[in-house]
């Protein structure tokens, strides 16, 4: 009978156990959730050969969104590490920023205008 | 080299003050003599030199990628046969929205005789001198084309998105040049 009881006791023991480490658990996540900034998405209007804004901050995660506002085709793009190809006039294109840094970027078509992604984490 | 292509812009400053010192004129004598209509600026003739003005330039552009084997001249005439090919879309889907029908005037004419007459010129060079020639030209026309459209188009148009679109327009026109004159430098010998 103790082993029993023993037996019954450690399985109510373990039972509160796992439904502590269960609601633990739950507001860790719950915690975490409400403390994590939600994805944003940042516009970029090209217009009169210039990106607006020329600079964005941005968090690691957040998604660009470029809109081609102006008369002729133009490009968002950063050698070697993304490129919008031809964005004609009321077109757009996104990228979701992967890793922290300053991505300096420019029109492929009009090297005079540039523009720059600040991403932190 | 002929004078044509040595000083373009001094023909197209000249038609741009033309028609500058024509349409005050013309805007206090809208009821005068027939005569004096051929000068009067309309957004129909507005839209008929915005088309033509761009469409010279692609013309330009084509002659360029037919004759130049340098490759900053050549991505050069590649972007303003895109960048006015498309401003020319824009210019007259917006003049079918309006019911504007783009119509030819002395101005624009005049436009369009004076750059075929450069070109003309300029399909007898070959190699640098093309290269310069069609460069220079470039710089010219643009310098020309903002003359023209601060001093004429953008005051005389009367719709207002007609007006926008000059508006709108002129930053392209500007960057252009400034590219052109960045490629003028590097042509020099």
Redo the contacts between chains.
């Keep these: 009978m103790k082993g029993g009881v023993d037996r019954r006791t450690r399985c109510a023991a373990a039972v509160i156990g796992w439904a502590f480490v269960a609601v633990g658990a739950m507001l860790f996540l719950g915690t975490g959730c409400g403390a994590s900034r939600a994805r944003v998405t940042h516009r970029v209007e090209i217009v009169?050969?210039?990106f607006e804004p020329a600079v964005l901050h941005v968090a690691v995660g957040d998604t660009v969104h470029w809109t081609n506002e102006?008369?002729?085709?133009h490009t968002a793009t950063r050698k070697g590490t993304f490129d919008s190809g031809d964005l004609?006039?009321g077109s757009f294109w996104t990228l979701v920023v992967a890793h922290d840094g300053v991505l300096d970027y420019s029109c492929r078509?009009?090297?005079?205008?540039k523009g720059s992604i600040v991403a932190g984490s | 080299m002929n004078s044509l292509i040595e000083s373009p812009r001094a023909a197209f400053v000249a038609l741009a003050l033309s028609i500058a010192l024509m349409t005050p004129l013309t805007v206090r004598a809208e009821s005068a003599a027939p005569e004096k209509d051929a000068a009067k600026l309309t957004d129909a003739r507005i839209a008929a030199i915005v088309l033509a003005a761009n469409t010279i330039d692609v013309e330009n552009g084509n002659l360029a990628i037919a004759k130049s084997k340098t490759s900053s001249v050549r991505d050069f005439a590649k972007q303003m046969i895109r960048d006015h090919t498309s401003v020319n879309e824009k210019a007259a889907a917006l003049a079918a929205r309006l019911n504007v029908v783009p119509e030819k005037s002395p101005a624009s004419l005049s436009l369009v005789a004076t750059a075929e007459t450069t070109r003309d010129k300029m399909r007898k060079l070959s190699g640098a001198a093309f290269d310069r020639a069609y460069v220079n030209n470039e710089v010219s026309y643009h310098q020309a084309v903002i003359d023209l459209l601060d001093q004429t188009l953008v005051p005389g148009a009367e719709n207002k998105d007609l007006k926008a679109l000059l508006v709108n327009v002129r930053p392209a026109f500007v960057a252009h040049l400034e590219h052109a004159k960045m490629i003028q430098r590097t042509l020099i010998k």
């Excluded at chain 1, 102006?70 to 085709?73: A, E, G, S």
């Excluded at chain 1, 078509?109 to 205008?113: A, F, R, T």
């Design positions: 009169a050969m210039r102006d008369l002729v085709p004609p006039p078509y009009h090297p005079v205008m």
